[in-house]
């Protein structure tokens, strides 16, 4: 899933656990081509490169902190959309009320259920679309080296973006965040505990020193 992950962009993020499904090796993933990034995340984080076998161009790194702090980055650095695919087609386009594509129908309402729950019952059941959002980000660590973006198809951060989008002004801006897993532990009846993992941002305020999890 890509939105525009493309130009500056020296590396991508991406949470090796997805929103309501098991995790075995929950974790930050950083995808690069530039060896230079790939060797300083791992440095800052833990993690150890490792080149794609098929690939070559391409560093992957799971890294080993559950947390990273980040700033926000460029002009927009927000991007959400839900879409729906036919196969690598995507039929609807839309932001929750009107269309973004086809051009056609730009500007027109899209028909989606304004409940939340009821949009996710029609994704599951292939009839409505999906959440895909892109965040731009420069390690607070590291900011001059360069911007990374995070991807996420999670229906948590989707509807917070609302929210938390007074900080979300752009690069420049007063706004602190910190990338994290989240990790939650259900005992059901069976008696094995199973564990669940999702992706969060915490939003903090940096002049109110106040903090609000947003999952993502």
């Not at 930050?28 to 530039?34: F, G, K, R, S, Y």
């Not at 409940?115 to 679309?129: F, S």
């Not at 939650?184 to 069976?190: E, G, L, N, T, Y």
Request: proline share 6%; glycine share 10%; net charge neutral.
């Amino acid at each position: 899933m890509s939105i525009s992950c493309l130009g500056a962009i020296v590396g991508r993020l991406s949470a090796q656990g997805v929103e309501g499904e098991r995790s075995v090796s929950p974790g930050w993933l950083l995808t690069t081509a530039d060896s230079e990034v790939a060797e300083t995340t791992a440095q800052l984080f833990g993690g150890t490169p490792k080149r794609r076998a098929a690939s070559p161009d391409v560093i992957d790194v799971l890294l080993e902190a559950e947390a990273i702090g980040v700033r926000l980055a460029g002009t927009a650095p927000v991007a959400r959309r839900f879409v729906r695919r036919d196969g690598a087609e995507a039929v609807h386009v839309c932001d929750g009320r009107r269309f973004l594509a086809p051009a056609s129908r730009l500007g027109r309402s899209c028909g989606c259920p304004s409940l939340a729950i009821d949009r996710k019952i029609a994704a599951r059941k292939q009839l409505g679309p999906e959440p895909e959002v892109e965040l731009r980000l420069r390690l607070q660590a590291a900011p001059a080296l360069g911007i990374f973006c995070l991807e996420s198809s999670s229906w948590s951060l989707a509807e917070s973006l609302d929210e938390v989008g007074v900080p979300l002004k752009g690069e420049g801006s007063d706004a602190l965040l910190e990338i994290r897993i989240r990790h939650a532990r259900v005992s059901p009846k069976s008696g094995m505990d199973v564990r669940y993992s999702w992706p969060v941002v915490a939003v903090a305020d940096q002049l109110g020193g106040s903090r609000q999890d947003v999952a993502a």
